[in-house]
């Protein structure tokens, strides 16, 4: 019995515990906390708990405060109700006038105390109370035109009173802080209060009147100065910035004691915005709209009380001319110097920028006032010293403002010497070639000696995968007999190179062939054939060449049957560099059977720093002048024009800028004896124009090879007739 006893009795108190816990869960908490209540008496705006002296009438302003709400408050002299208001603002009028002022025994002032109460919606209440004398016999002060933290501003602000008493008022004295102002009598007195020379913000007005029994009594009111004008400022611009693109200003407009009333930007003498203000106010400024040089921008704002302020900031309008983004090291830390610039179509300098290894963003900018749709040329140029000075310049010609906006440059994949090997070389035939080029690596047979020096470099700024095999070609110059070995990389220390290892499988004979002309013209062919074993060489761009040979087109030679290539079949990709005569083609895959040449043709004659073009042809896009001194046994030049190449007739090279001067190419230039090595006409498959060649290649910089599957060119090299494949902008590549 005990244990059921027992386990009823625990039972029983859970229900007890669940059911108080689900009652006190969902109670509501009644409203225990009583309104906040603080009052002044109008004449008397700093109370303390001594008493003031009041009389006839008195106007009581309340703050009272509570979450619930109020419901009403209540004014008690010596706990007599005597006033009471329901609704906020709450102001409580009270007539004192019946009210005994002095004991008539002692003649000394009879203590009262004004207590205001406020209660809330649930009937809590707060009282706080004031301790009062009344004196219905000095003088009265009322209707007082100036009320409590009203603002003034100007030179005239009239301010009326009264002043009444049951004996004769013997002096009144207004004070303006310290300073006592001039009364105007009359039916209502009147004051001016000239708010120019007093500090802006609070200041106080106190009117005294004494009667013939020398009864004083005291009103003061505060009240603020305001006759300054908002202040203005404006984040994003500083005095005397570069303006060359569209930005938006927000300007930040703030008063202290008055509201803001309205703005007005204006551009020189030109109102670009005028309205009531409001917060958030941003203007879009196209410094398009405005001609280059100093331009003012003028902000004015006013108040509510017709104050106003202004501020002007002077900006240099410019105009962009471009924009260069540069991934980080994308200039060669191997140049001493580098510079950007932009010249006009005469060559005359519009902007020069430095560039540096840390450099991510240059803007050339000008204060030439050219238009969207205006030529100019940017040029590219970079210094080496040390064993030869080097001076090295891309220029690219037929830029507009609105055809090329921006270059991306990304960081190129740069190179190091990984491993120098010497590897022998054994059972190799007389007049037999062996070498080995691949994205990675380099060999050449040495026949003198039996060895074969071997390079393999590597990428140290990309994570860049490189074929796991190497590959090596010979031929016989006797009998044209082409094999090859394909290798593991790396090669171990000691691998010798065994002739007797290598095969012909899978090699077979192909040509190619064009429209030749006969004869004994100088002229050649060259054939660069690369091989990828997979897909993912093809990725990593890891080539092997497979065939670099070409023709001398003499007397002796027989176009019918073609030029002959040995061609590996085992690899799954090709891509292929061919000359033919005059023309030169680059694309995936392996050669054509038949090539025929666009029907295009240039020629140029050089006067000092002007190359004079005369070209044909209507399918071509782009254009350049290769420019290269052909001794380089002290110094190197090398200078790469490209240009539109359907509206251009004349080359006009752009001055070297002073920057330049110390530059071993700045004599060569004033000398006017620079060297012109080839011109060439060019198209892209898949690019339209120059202007589609701007966007898509040189916006992206992008090479020749990611630009296009298919370039063709028609060139003519006076010295060589050997084609110089150069990139566009070679020296960043």
Known sequence: MTNYASFFLSLLLFVCLLSCSSDSETKEEPDIVSPIVEFTIDGFPNLTTSPVVVSNKIEISIDAKDEGGISKIEAFINNEKVGEDLTAPYIINIDISSFTSKIASSNKYKDYVLKITATDKTGNTTSKEQAIYIDNEIPSISDVSLTENTILNGDSNEVTFLVTDNQKISAVSVYLNDTQLSIIEGDTLRVNIATINLTDGLNALKIEATDGAENTASYSVNFISDNTGPEISIENLIEGMIIDEPITFSPIITDNYSEI???????????????????????????????????????????????????????????????????????????????????????????????????????????????????????????????????????????????????????????????????????????????????????????????????????????????????????????????????????????????????????????????????????????????????????????????????????????????????????SFYRYELQLEDYFTKRTGIPLEYYSYPDWSIDFTQNNNIIQLSSTGAEHTNGSVFIENYDQTNEIYRWNIVFNSQTTSTVILPQLPEELSSWNINDIYNANTLEVQQVELKRYEGISSYEDYLLNSIKPNLNSRKTSDNIESIFNNPNFNVHRDIEDLFLIY
């Open 261 to 571: 009333d309205s703005i007005k930007i204006s551009i020189n003498d030109s109102i670009v915005l005028n309205d009531l203000f409001s917060n958030g106010i941003n203007y879009k400024f196209n410094p398009e709209n405005f001609p280059t040089g100093e331009n003012k921008i003028n902000i004015e704002s006013s108040d509510a009380l017709g104050n106003e302020a202004i501020i002007t900031v002077s900006q240099l309008i410019y105009r962009r001319l471009l924009k260069i983004s540069l991934e980080d090291e994308t200039i060669n830390p191997e140049y001493a110097k580098f510079y950007v610039f932009a010249s006009d179509t005469n060559g005359e300098l519009l902007d020069i920028k430095e560039a540096t290894i840390s450099s991510t963003e240059l803007i050339l900018n000008t204060a030439t006032d050219i238009d969207l749709s205006t030529e100019f040329m940017v040029t590219f140029a970079g210094f080496l010293s040390g064993y030869k000075d080097s001076s090295y310049l891309s220029t690219l010609q037929n830029i507009t403002r609105d055809n090329l906006k921006i270059i991306n440059f990304k960081t190129p994949k740069r190179e190091h010497v990984v491993s120098n090997q010497q590897y022998t070389v054994i059972n190799n035939p007389a007049d037999t070639g062996i070498d080995g080029y691949g994205s990675n690596y380099n060999a050449t047979y040495y026949s003198d000696n039996d060895v074969m020096p071997f390079e393999t470099r590597d990428v140290v700024n990309a994570n860049i995968t490189h074929s796991d095999k190497i590959y090596l070609k010979s031929l016989n110059y006797n009998n044209n007999v082409y094999s090859y070995m394909v290798l593991d990389a790396p090669l171990s220390e000691d691998f010798i190179v065994d002739y007797s290892q290598f095969t012909s499988d899978v090699v077979e004979q192909h040509s190619y062939n064009a429209p030749f002309e006969t004869g004994d013209n100088e002229k050649s062919t060259m054939l660069n054939l690369y091989g990828y074993f997979n897909a993912s060489d093809l990725e990593n761009d890891s080539s092997h060449l497979l065939w670099n040979l070409g023709n001398v087109l003499q007397n002796n030679f027989d176009p019918i049957n073609g030029i002959r290539y040995k061609l590996n079949t085992q690899f």
